[in-house]
Each structure stands twice: as C-alpha cells, then as structure tokens.
C-alpha cells in the first residue's frame, strides 16, 4: 500500500521579543496597557504538546484588532512539577515572550521601545523567529 505524506508549511510572519522580569504575568500585562494603550485580557492557557504524550499550559494574555495583534506569554509552564518545560527552551532566562505581528514593520520596534521603559523590566531582547526550534509552538 502506497502511503502519503502531509507536508505543511507555515508563515511566520510576527516578530518575537524576550522580557525578563520578576513581575507576575498580570503585572506586565497591566504596565504594557498603560505603557502602549492596548488591552491585553486573560486568554485560555495555551496548551502545547512535548514527548512523550505530554501536554503542558502556558499563561497567555492577548490583543487583536484589525491591524495589529500582541500575545504575551509565560515561558515557562503553569504546572511547575517534575522536569521544567519552556515555551521557548532556547531562551531560558526570560521569564516572558511577547509576540508582535503587524503590517507595519516598525510596530514590533515600537512595542519593544515601550517594554524597555518600564521600570521593573530587567532585559529585552528581539529574537529572529528563523533561527528557532521552538517556533512552532506559537503556530495558531
């Protein structure tokens, strides 16, 4: 029997910044709003599957408009027991992603500017959605 193959391909087309900080998820979602006018609201945990058979969630906050769209997500996951698991295990030292996706180029610059600035942030950093492993984990 002749089997076949799915192949599936995915755009990336957002921009993703790393925030480290030792502030709640609720905190920075909060100082991001008053910093850039959005609105990130709590979303569903995002669920993301690891091997073996194991399915593991993350905090998620999110913004959507026509234009514009701007997820914040816990890096690590909200189960904490047993082995640790990274949303982006490339980067363990930031506690936070933040993903930026827009028709305009300079919004994710611009958002990322605006993070900077906040007092309690300790490191921000834009990483080249190319170069990671993990990237599929923010396929939506």
Do not use: C
């Not at 599936?8 to 905190?27: H, M």
């Not at 959507?64 to 027991?81: Q, V």
């Not at 950093?125 to 396929?139: A, D, G, I, W, Y």
Request: glycine share 4%; no cysteine; net charge positive.
């Amino acid at each position: 029997m002749k089997k076949s193959k799915l192949v599936v391909e995915y755009t990336f087309d957002f921009s993703l910044t790393g925030i480290a900080t030792p502030v709640n998820g609720y905190k920075l979602a909060w100082a991001i709003n008053r910093v850039t006018g959005f609105h990130l609201v709590r979303l569903p945990d995002l669920a993301v599957g690891f091997r073996p058979m194991v399915e593991k969630f993350f905090l998620h906050y999110g913004y959507e408009t026509r234009l514009n769209r701007l997820k914040l997500f816990r890096n690590r996951a909200l189960d904490e027991t047993g082995p640790r698991y990274l949303l982006v295990p490339e980067f363990p030292r930031f506690d936070f992603i933040l993903l930026a996706q827009s028709n305009d180029p300079a919004f994710a610059q611009q958002i990322t500017e605006q993070v900077r600035s906040l007092p309690f942030v300790e490191l921000v950093k834009p990483l080249e959605v190319s170069r990671l492993k993990s990237k599929v984990n923010f396929v939506m």
